[in-house]
């Protein structure tokens, strides 16, 4: 027997924002900040920047609120907002002269040996220690690799959303796997 979907529990927050609510609104902020900051953390850890593509998360979302359709779940519709915010913020980085990618340097030393070998305080947890290794990828690694695995984002989306083409993005997170190897094994963790 074919059961009916479990209603979307923010429906009556969001059809209340809908029609004007901005408290209804402010409790979907608060529902939803603290997952929409580790979303956005993958794109830039650096506070003041995540608190900005937080907020720039809520205010395309506000926007964009008539146009949200009850079919599709709003925390799915939200983080996508969340993703394509991300995705902006890289491109204005990457093209801005004051933020180039690491890349090997003309005497192909590769900036990652310059990482300390410490993690940090075990006693902090595994996540941290997770954020501590991915910080030290480039940005672009760390999006490709986030939107690739922990969003199970397809890669042809993603090389949509780069701007590359699906044999670029195949390459790129082949090497981002391969630099995240080196920096796990520099920390210590056995791998297959």
Do not use: C
């Not at 690799?145 to 959303?161: D, G, Y």
């Amino acid at each position: 027997m074919f059961t009916a979907p479990a209603p979307d529990p923010d429906l009556p927050l969001v059809r209340a924002a809908q029609a004007g609510d901005m408290e209804a609104f402010d409790e979907i902020i608060r529902r939803y900040q603290s997952l929409m900051s580790a979303l956005l953390h993958r794109f830039s850890p650096a506070r003041a920047d995540l608190e900005d593509l937080v907020q720039e998360t809520f205010v395309k979302a506000w926007r964009a609120l008539p146009e949200w359709q009850p079919e599709r779940p709003f925390a799915h519709w939200l983080k996508r907002i969340a993703v394509r915010t991300g995705l902006e913020f890289y491109r204005r980085r990457q093209h801005s002269p004051f933020s180039r990618l690491q890349e090997p340097s003309a005497e192909g030393r590769d900036p990652l040996d310059d990482l300390p070998a410490e993690t940090p305080d075990a006693a902090q947890g595994a996540l941290e220690e997770a954020q501590f290794i991915l910080s030290h990828l480039p940005p672009e690694d760390r999006a490709l690799l986030t939107l690739l695995h922990l969003e199970q984002m397809p890669l042809a989306e993603i090389a949509q959303h780069f701007g590359w083409s699906r044999i670029n993005a195949k390459v790129k997170a082949f090497r981002a796997r391969q630099r995240l190897q080196t920096l796990l094994k520099r920390h210590g963790y056995e791998l297959p």
